[in-house]
């Protein structure tokens, strides 16, 4: 009998206890939230840096040329001092290699429907634990608002004739183009496998 019991209670104290242990390890721990805000501000700043310094130095062109040859550079680097893999992606991506995957498609659209809502873009991000080919991976994304200047001369809707070229010229396959201030440009996104 006394067996019985003590079988039984350990028993329910596991089922009341797996809920809380399958939650637990679909929310992402607090340091690695911040941890992907910091890698993310990292790539965000690198990128800034380099694309305000080229359009300075020569314009709309001088930026495309950065962004197709520096970008990546940014973004391996911050991935590698991070630890975490750090890129930006788009529902209207330009480089095709930052095509979402659908988890990344998922969430930006829901970010797109809450900035509609009225939501403050500045406060948005999504971070989740989810499973993929068996194993757990932390994913974390953070809208990439569209300021007027500069970003409108390459992503705006009504661009001058020679950027429109150079943007042909380097991305055949372009679908960065049409936006407006405030619209949501894209959005940064960080993965990282779990131990």
């Known amino acids: 009998m006394r067996r019985t019991l003590v079988a039984t209670t350990a028993v329910l104290m596991l089922t009341i206890a797996a ?12 340091e690695r939230v911040a941890a992907a805000r910091a890698a993310i501000k990292g790539l965000g ?11 300075q130095s020569g314009g709309p062109i001088s930026a495309l040329d950065v962004c197709k040859l ?13 630890g975490m893999t750090v890129g930006r992606t788009a529902l209207k991506f330009r ?6 995957d659908d988890f990344e498609k998922r969430v ?17 991000e999504h971070a989740e634990v989810v499973e ?18 500069p970003c409108l001369a390459c992503h705006g809707g009504e661009l001058k004739p ?3 070229a150079k ?11 049409g936006f407006a201030a405030g619209d949501m440009r894209g959005a940064f996104t960080v993965k990282q496998m779990i131990e």
């Open 70 to 82: 520096e970008a990546p550079k940014v973004t391996d680097t911050q991935s590698k001092s991070s």
């Open 45 to 55: 700043g690198g990128l800034k840096e380099k694309l305000v310094a080229a359009m």
């Open 19 to 30: 809920p809380a242990i399958a939650e637990e390890a679909a929310q992402p721990n607090a």
């Open 132 to 149: 993929k080919d068996g194993k757990k991976v932390f994913r974390y994304m953070k809208p990439i608002m569209t300021a007027g200047t």
């Open 95 to 100: 480089n095709p290699g930052n095509a979402p």
């Open 167 to 177: 943007i042909k010229e380097l991305y055949p396959e372009d679908h960065a183009t």
């Open 162 to 164: 020679e950027v429109s």
């Open 108 to 124: 930006m659209e829901k970010f797109v429907a809450d900035i509609k809502g009225g939501a403050d873009a500045m406060k948005l």
